[in-house]
Structures are given as structure tokens and as C-alpha cells.
């Protein structure tokens, strides 16, 4: 049985990050709350194997990529490239938050990490999440390759009650931080060209990204 441990997001004790981290520094896959909703999570290392496991946990298409939960603002920098300067103004306005950025990645990114489309330029989606907890494994172990923690098609867990038994048996540890604060999906912005495209809106309106810019 997967072992479980309770976590305040905003106040998580030093035993509960260091547990986690050494999960994640021994290429395991953690269950654990965001701001947003419940996450399957690894460390963002080139040839981890714990990165394709999450893909089997959720049946889901390795084709896709997974975005990374990154320190603070100064990442965006360390792993996208040629980063717009209205992108960095929406970093500013809401990092630590639910808005993720999908920038041009740079040669910090692990290949299999990135996503080139149609040709493009190989991208990478950022976002430095309101959680402390996550926060401080991000600081702990580096960039956390991470998705939400249901099987593909269905719906996120928002508590840590109703992430689905199956996910939660496949994972290594699970962290149980109650119900996430915002209990929605963040938002996707592509910044890679010359203005801001909505990508999926969510926490954030794609109004509020918008009028920020």
C-alpha cells in the first residue's frame, strides 16, 4: 500500500518536505496538492524513469509533454529562451499562481522534456505554483515534471479523498494536503511570439491574462 502523509501546503514541516524529496531524488512518482488541483509529480532529470511512469499511471499519450513546476520568476529565464518581455510582466503579476507559460525551452530542458509542434520551436510549459510545499521541493530537487493526478479523460482530484485509488496505488508516496485552495485547473498561455494566446483558460480568466500584458 502506498504510504500516505498529511501536509499544510502553506506551512509543510521539514520531515514531511525531506521525505518527499528523497522520494523524488530516488526517481519515484509523488501524489501531492497544488493550488490548483492534485498532481502526479517526478523530478525533471534526464532519463528518469518515474517521467514515463506517470504517463502509464494516467493511460495517457506519451506523445504529449508534461509541464514543470519551477522555484520562482528567475526559471523563466533558466529554462525558456528568447522569453518575451510581456511574458516576464505576466510572470510578475501572477507567479506564485495558477498561470502556466509555454515559452521557447532552453538548452537546460531535457529533450525528451520539450514539445516541438508542426516543426516549431521545441517548447516548454512553466508555472511557479501558490503552493509553499511544492515550492520547497522545487528548491530541494529541482524542476518537478508534473500533470494532474487522474487517469486521462477523467476528472481532477481536488482533495486528497478524491484522488482515484488506482493513481494513488501506482504512485510511491502520497502527500494529503486536504482540498486544493482553488479547486480548478491552471491557465495556458503560449508565449512565444509577439502576443499572449489562450490556450486553456482556467483559474485565471483569459481576460484578467489579457489586461495584464
Known amino acids: 500500500m502506498t504510504p500516505v502523509l498529511y501536509v499544510d501546503q502553506n506551512n509543510p514541516s521539514p520531515e514531511v518536505v525531506e521525505q518527499a524529496a528523497k522520494t523524488l531524488r530516488s526517481q519515484g512518482v509523488l501524489v ?43 526559471d523563466l529565464d533558466r529554462y525558456g529562451a528568447q522569453v518575451p518581455a510581456w511574458a516576464h510582466r505576466l510572470a510578475a503579476r501572477f507567479w506564485p499562481g495558477a498561470l ?19 516543426g516549431g520551436p521545441s517548447t516548454i510549459a512553466l508555472r511557479v505554483p501558490g503552493s509553499e510545499l511544492v515550492r520547497a521541493l522545487v528548491r530541494e530537487v529541482g524542476p518537478l515534471a508534473q500533470t494532474s493526478a487522474n487517469t486521462h479523460g477523467q476528472a481532477s ?6 484522488v482515484e485509488p488506482a493513481i494513488a496505488r501506482e504512485a510511491d508516496l502520497v502527500l494529503d494536503g486536504g482540498a486544493a485552495p482553488l479547486a480548478v485547473a491552471s491557465t495556458i498561455v503560449e508565449a512565444t511570439g509577439k502576443a ?7 483559474a485565471l480568466s483569459g481576460h484578467e491574462v489579457l489586461l495584464a500584458v
Open 32 to 74: 501531492l496538492p497544488t493550488d490548483s488541483v492534485y498532481g502526479l509529480a517526478c523530478a525533471a532529470t534526464p532519463a528518469n524513469p518515474a517521467h514515463g511512469r506517470i504517463f502509464d499511471i494516467k493511460h495517457r499519450d506519451r506523445a504529449q509533454t508534461l509541464p514543470w513546476f519551477v522555484a520562482d520568476a528567475s
Open 100 to 118: 502556466t507559460l509555454v515559452v521557447r525551452a532552453s538548452s537546460e530542458v531535457p529533450p525528451e522534456y520539450a514539445h516541438a509542434f508542426d
Open 157 to 162: 482530484a481536488t482533495s486528497g479523498e478524491s
Open 196 to 202: 499572449p494566446r489562450i490556450l486553456r483558460e482556467g
